[in-house]
């Protein structure tokens, strides 16, 4: 193992206490197939399954593995023909058994920091899935809230527009402008410092940088 894995590994370690005290179920996984051979252990057949926007569940495999599956039910918004079709995914994704996404941020202390756009992804993330996996490359890990919100605005958020192919001041300039525009993804700020239901919220910390 070299100085950067074991870094990971004890760091995650440190977030993994401070998660528990917040009523979070925190893992360390080495690889990015780790963590897809661990999040598929906490998918259970038979059940409703969901997920947000994120380049995390791509590039750590956890999208193809649960698209390969046949015994879920996978409610995918990119199969909807309409506009009314893909809001009543997001409206279905509330009654999920398990609903999958990242996290632009997570403080060193337990926080999880997530800015949106529609508001479905942090909606899901406060309230309606019974269990809520969230995969995160140790990339994501910051210091403190403020730090986030920094690491948010400036790090996550511009490619995430260019990826999206959207017209904003930071897409332009890669720099956040605190933007009112009319195309601004960053219409909700949520920070998540404890959950309600006992393990609720699985974060699953990759030894790997994913995302943005």
């Not at 649960?66 to 023909?81: C, E, N």
């Not at 899935?129 to 995969?135: E, F, K, R």
């Not at 605005?153 to 904003?168: D, G, V």
């Amino acid at each position: 193992m070299n100085p950067k894995q074991t870094f990971y590994e004890k760091q995650a370690e440190t977030i993994i206490k401070q998660l528990a005290k917040r009523q979070m179920k925190g893992y360390y996984c080495p690889t990015r197939q780790n963590a897809a051979e661990t999040a598929m252990s906490l998918t259970a057949a038979d059940t409703t399954v969901a997920f947000g926007g994120s380049m995390s569940l791509s590039e750590s495999g956890v999208m193809d593995a649960l698209k390969a599956r046949t015994d879920i039910r996978l409610l995918d918004r990119s199969l909807a023909k309409s506009p009314e079709e893909v809001r009543q995914v997001y409206l279905d994704s509330f009654g999920a058994d398990t609903y999958f996404m990242s996290t632009n941020a997570i403080t060193l202390d337990g926080q999880l920091v997530n800015i949106d756009g529609n508001g479905n992804r942090a909606a899901a993330l406060i309230y309606g899935p019974a269990q809520v996996i969230l995969i995160a490359g140790m990339n994501k890990v910051v210091p403190t809230v403020e730090d986030a919100f920094r690491r948010v605005r400036n790090t996550a958020t511009p490619p995430n527009c260019l990826r999206l192919n959207i017209n904003t001041p930071c897409a332009a300039t890669g720099i956040c402008a605190d933007c009112l525009s009319e195309n601004c993804i960053c219409n909700q700020i949520v920070i998540t410092r404890h959950s309600k239901t006992a393990d609720r919220i699985k974060v699953l910390l990759v030894g790997e940088e994913l995302g943005y």
